[in-house]
């Protein structure tokens, strides 16, 4: 990616190296694959786990530490703020093209081992993650180094379809999309369907920003996209059950299939419109 040189973000807060409060059990990066094993063979969620050692569920978005707010000088905190700045131009125009009303910019808050935030306090191993209740997407950068080791997916594409990817539940968020899908939940939808449908949303929109990063900023370069559709691939429910457990279970996947994710990133990738995302209209995903 022709990432040097291009726009970053002051939504950025740094709170890396900032120790966590409540007592919680902070759980390395090397943790995350013994987490995604407990999840498989229970079919829970892996933030049940976090939650069952680190702490108190849920904290007030008051009582946060703070940390450095404005650009990391560090050359991976600077790569996410120039990702976080693009997609900040990629959904202020598709908002104002759709008219989805303002768009509210995320703050990406970058942490080490462990961080509070208004949805508890949870470890680096639950992976990359975004908070509906503070509007903020928590990035332990050492994810990267899992991301590119374990999984097989380097690449500055791959790093990059990651934080699209979160930023794709914030506008999720904004246009009420995770509300409807927690009041499916509550009626006695299928949880778990019901996440598969809506990660797969959020790679189509790591997609879409995906087109126009590469159509108007000109931050793609050759090999970018098979970078991004690896990590997609690397990171489906049946290849890290296979990974962990030989086999895989359908039923209590909630991001979806390798092959699943391919589709709907590739898809935003071509399209680039929120019209093109609607998984919970598509009969086969």
């Avoid at 063979?41 to 786990?49: A, C, D, K, S």
């Avoid at 449908?197 to 790679?203: M, P, S, W």
């Avoid at 590469?214 to 890290?240: K, S, T, Y």
């Amino acid at each position: 990616m022709r990432w040097m040189g291009q726009r970053e973000s002051a939504e950025v807060e740094d709170r890396r190296g900032i120790p966590v409060r409540g007592g919680g059990i902070a759980i390395g990066g090397g943790g995350v694959l013994l987490l995604l094993l407990l999840a498989v063979v229970t079919g829970r969620n892996p933030l049940e786990f976090i939650d069952l050692v680190s702490g108190p569920p849920e904290v007030s978005v008051d009582s946060e530490p703070r940390g450095r707010l404005g650009v990391p000088s560090d050359e991976g905190g600077r790569f996410a703020s120039v990702v976080l700045a693009s997609t900040e131009d990629v959904w202020r125009r598709q908002f104002a093209e759709h008219r989805a009303g303002e768009y509210r910019l995320p703050t990406l808050v970058l942490f080490s081992d462990a961080v509070e935030s208004a949805c508890g306090l949870n470890s680096s191993a639950v992976g990359p993650f975004y908070c509906s209740r503070d509007g903020k997407v928590y990035l332990d950068l050492s994810f990267f180094r899992e991301l590119k080791d374990r999984f097989g997916a380097p690449g500055d594409f791959a790093r990059a379809y990651v934080i699209a990817h979160e930023v794709g539940h914030h506008v999720q968020n904004l246009l009420g999309i995770s509300d409807r899908v927690d009041d499916a939940r509550r009626g006695g939808g299928d949880g778990n369907a019901l996440s598969v449908r809506l990660e797969l949303q959020a790679d189509c929109f790591a997609g879409i920003w995906g087109h126009d990063a590469g159509r108007d900023a000109n931050l793609l370069e050759p090999g970018d996209v098979e970078e991004g559709l690896a990590a997609a691939a690397a990171i489906g429910d049946d290849r890290i059950q296979k990974r962990s457990q030989g086999y895989t279970v359908p039923e209590t996947w909630t991001h979806g299939s390798s092959a699943m994710r391919v589709r709907w990133l590739k898809r935003g990738l071509e399209r680039g419109d929120l019209a093109a995302c609607d998984t919970f209209s598509a009969g086969e995903l």
